[in-house]
């Protein structure tokens, strides 16, 4: 079994930051695209940035130049940066992990629990 477990979230002021961390663990062989969604009440959840095994990234409009996501296959750990929060970035941020258990076993989709963000004065 493979577990998504987030960390990072809460509640910070227009124009602060906060950093997201996603630890993928259990029966990993290899991770492939890892990224962040976000999903605002009443909303449908969307891509916020995704970064490819190769390091190619992508970032929705919304976010550029505000926000960096990077991560670290020692630890199989996706993380975000997000910078000059505005009060619509304010949403349950969820982590998504294309994980193979073992070298014969397809890529599967894996989810975090999510993680609430609250942008507020």
């Known amino acids: 079994q493979v577990h998504l477990v987030e960390s990072g979230g809460g509640l910070v002021q227009p124009g602060g930051s906060l950093r997201l961390s996603c630890a993928a663990s259990g029966s990993i062989f290899s991770i492939d695209d890892m990224a962040w969604y976000r999903q605002a009440p009443g909303k449908q959840r969307e891509l916020v940035a995704l970064?490819?095994?190769?390091?190619?990234?992508n970032y929705a409009d919304s976010v550029k130049g505000r926000f960096t996501i990077s991560r670290d296959n020692a630890k199989n750990t996706v993380y975000l940066q997000m910078n000059s929060l505005k009060p619509e970035d304010t949403a349950v941020y969820f982590c998504y992990a294309r994980i193979a258990w073992s070298y014969r076993d397809p890529l599967r989709t894996f989810w975090g629990q999510g993680t609430q963000v609250t942008v507020s004065s």
């Open positions: 970064i490819t095994s190769g390091g190619s990234i």
